[in-house]
């Protein structure tokens, strides 16, 4: 006969506290890049989604092509990157919150709730 165990106490654990440690760690991290952005948009005249207005203008005055592009290609790339580190750690969210759904629904099933 097969045998199916379930340790409760670990998927307590794993959606009460460890995913929600990683989706916070997520957070800090999320909060940092998009701080980063705020200071590549001011330091290298870059016009992103922060200042409203469009990408590269070639009628700017001459100073300002050193800057621009790599400027707007850290932007978009640290974007990139934000909306990665978004997704997943919505993704490790909602994991946690299946998680503690089984555990909910096994205890159900074994008469403990």
Not at 92 to 108: G, K, P, S
Request: charged content about 25%; aromatic content about 12%; proline content about 3%.
């Amino acid at each position: 006969m097969d045998e199916f165990e379930v340790h409760l106490s670990a998927l307590d654990d794993l959606g009460r506290n460890r995913l929600p440690g990683i989706s916070q760690s997520m957070s800090t991290a999320l909060e940092k890049l998009t701080e980063a952005t705020g200071w590549i948009t001011r330091t290298f005249d870059t016009r992103g989604a922060s200042m409203d207005t469009g990408g590269f203008d070639t009628s700017m005055p001459y100073r300002h092509y050193l800057f621009w592009q790599p400027g707007n290609e850290c932007y978009y790339t640290l974007d990139f990157v934000k909306q990665v580190f978004q997704d997943n750690r919505d993704n490790v969210d909602l994991a946690a919150q299946a998680i503690v759904e089984i555990a909910t629904r096994y205890r159900q099933a074994d008469g403990q709730a």
